[in-house]
T-cell receptor, first 109, second 112 residues
């Protein structure tokens, strides 16, 4: 079957670094997305990985290991506005998106 | 910047009513989607379209229907609303095989 696992909730301190992990099982693989979703709002795109390795975009980086079915999102220099849910999303062989339930990140001053 | 709009943003209706949630995008995207999301839960795909006159059911059709007569417009209709339909409905669009999704602000529906 198809499945995505990520922690339900994480807490971090303003200015620190946090890593949100995601493991997945899919029928085929056409890439992995990370989306950010603030409470009561719609998701917004953060990153897309289809090859192994690290993609860096400002304070956010995303890593993928296809052989391990594993990805992580790394957030540096945390700001209060980073408090949100972070959704791990895979794309299967039919280009269908499989959404994780998200990791709620709480930033404390 | 994404240009995808949903109306109404909030709606409270009684059981048995027929409602249509509107979604329009001005980006010329071929693909459009409707998702349902309850608080703290994952998104569930209700319907999607890969172009004009093309519509498919997702894994949660929720007794709703859609139409795609024009590229920019993808309305969702509930023929007879029930309390179990109370949720947030998110419309999205994308371009290409692996394009990122652009979401509207959502329509929060409450059925009494």
């Amino acid at each position: 079957g198809q499945n995505i696992d990520q922690p339900t909730e994480m807490t971090a301190t303003e200015g620190a670094i946090v890593q949100i992990n995601c493991t997945y099982q899919t029928s085929g693989f056409n890439g992995l997305f990370w989306y950010q979703q603030h409470a009561g709002e719609a998701p917004t795109f953060l990153s897309y990985n289809v090859l192994d390795g690290l993609e860096e975009k400002g304070r956010f980086s995303s890593f993928l290991s296809r052989s391990k079915g594993y990805s992580y999102l790394l957030l540096k220099e945390l700001q209060m506005k980073d408090s949100a849910s972070y959704l791990c999303v895979t794309m299967d062989s039919n280009y269908q998106l499989i959404w994780g339930a998200g990791t709620k990140l709480i930033i404390k001053p | 910047e994404a240009d995808i709009y949903q109306t109404p943003r909030y709606l409270v209706i009684g059981t048995g009513k027929k409602i249509t949630l509107e979604c329009s995008q001005t980006m010329g995207h071929d693909k459009m989607y409707w998702y349902q999301q309850d608080p703290g839960m994952e998104l569930h795909l209700i319907h999607y379209s890969y172009g004009v006159n093309s519509t498919e059911k997702g894994d949660l059709s929720s007794e709703s229907t859609v139409s795609r007569i024009r590229t920019e417009h993808f309305p969702l209709t509930l023929e007879s609303a029930r309390p179990s339909h109370t949720s947030q409905y998110l419309c999205a669009s994308s371009q290409g095989s692996v394009g990122e999704l652009f979401f509207g602000e959502g329509s929060r529906l409450t059925v009494l």
